[in-house]
């Protein structure tokens, strides 16, 4: 790339997607500049409760295979192959993800992925990378920003050209996006969902080995709340317990939250272990959860924003860090498509991105409700069934909503429009199995009557 087409990329946040981002346009040639607000990952513990482990899965996947990191991560997660579903009793349940491809999920650490970009990007000599520099000011017109640095009285400036790209990954509470936010026609909205979360640990067992099946997603669902597990490398558990705030508040004292679990989550006491729970439960806070939807995601040929800055959503589809990844690899085709003019480029991502985004949104929302209600209903089941059934006899024309999501690169709209169709099409056959069930019981009737 020559020096006149080479544009100079300016990255704030230097999470998963910001650093999966600079590594694309890092490959692409550009001169990029990541400032994260945080120091390097590599030479700090991730502070407890906050992490949530991420499931890998196929959009997810893609981005990594584009800057040569999928097989890295693939050797590093563990594989989850379905949910197992703990019952009050004691009881589990298998549930599939994909029975008939046999296809799985990825448990991953996030720290391992954030190290594994930063140590990626570390490689590209066009790229620089800025620890402790927190984004304080940003003039959406000239490209201007303003950064402070740890330890450092003196704000630090960064003038803006025409040849300068400014990418905001900066997380849900974005600061990129607030500047974007006091722009004309910039839509906004948020929602706090009256759930929290808690994270919790199982340990490996005294030999060192889990203590459950490692290769599922082990769900406790009670019905207005669950709790999840996610397999470590070390043999650990990451969980997490959802449920609302006002559930949270009432766990007072060590009695008190012994009996809830014990009569809620029975069979993962032992698991955790008494003392550790006490001691986890009471030395942290329930975390919030939140869903933000934003439109456009870009001003002019200036600034963007991706991810979580752009479309932040609740955990419960495992989609977020998929859905960021996957805003890089449609922007890295956009480039591709449109000859890197940003001019088409910015407009082109948000018309191509917006309503997917929304879709996943509002899916990981309803997600909650099945994964700790509904998958204990026999009408749930019966349709899991009906749709595996149907998916291995026509694989190409009968695709399960989870399946497309998470294994396939559909948008996320035509998904939900695949399952809108499927949905009629069952509709129609129970209506029309009833009309004939009715017929046929007014014949038999009417030959007892006419006897």
Known sequence: MSAESQKRVVIVGGGLVGSMAACMFARKQHKVDLYE??????????????????????????????????????????????????????????????????????????????????????????????????????????????????????????????????????????????????????????????????????????????????????????GTFMMIALPNQDRSWTVTLFMPFENFAQLKTPDILLDFFNSTFPDAVPLIGADRLVADFFSRKASSLISIKCRPYHKNNKVLILGDAAHAMVPFYGQGMNAGFEDCCVLDDLMDELEEDFARVLPKFTEVRHEDAQMICDLAMYNYIEMRDLVTKSSFLWRKRLDSFLFSIFPNFWVPLYNAVTFSRFPYRVCVQHKEFQDKIISSIITGGCAVFGLILLYLIGLIILG
């Not at 803006?160 to 026609?185: F, T």
Request: with cysteine; aromatic share 6%.
């Open 37 to 222: 607000a945080r120091g390097d990952m590599r030479k700090s513990n991730m502070s407890a409760g906050k992490s949530i482990n991420l499931a890998l899965s196929v959009r997810g996947r893609e981005a990594l295979r584009r800057i040569g990191l999928e097989e890295k991560l693939l050797s590093h997660g563990i594989p989850m192959r379905a949910r197992m579903i703990h019952t009050v009793d004691g009881k589990l349940n298998e549930i599939l993800y994909d029975p008939v491809h046999n296809q799985c999920i990825y448990s991953v650490s996030r720290k391992f992925l954030n190290e594994a970009l930063i140590t990626e990007l570390e490689q590209y000599p066009n790229c620089n990378i800025h620890f402790h520099h927190k984004m304080t000011k940003l003039d959406v017109d000239t490209g201007d920003l303003t950064f402070s640095k740890q330890g450092h009285e003196a704000l630090i400036e960064v003038k803006g050209n025409q040849q300068q790209l400014i990418i905001g990954a900066d997380g849900a509470h974005s600061g990129v996006r607030k500047c974007l936010m006091s722009q004309p026609l910039f839509d906004f909205s948020q929602t706090y969902i009256e759930h929290g979360y808690m994270e919790l640990c199982i340990p490996p067992s005294d030999d060192g080995n889990y203590q459950m099946e490692p290769n599922f997603l082990h769900i406790w669902p009670r």
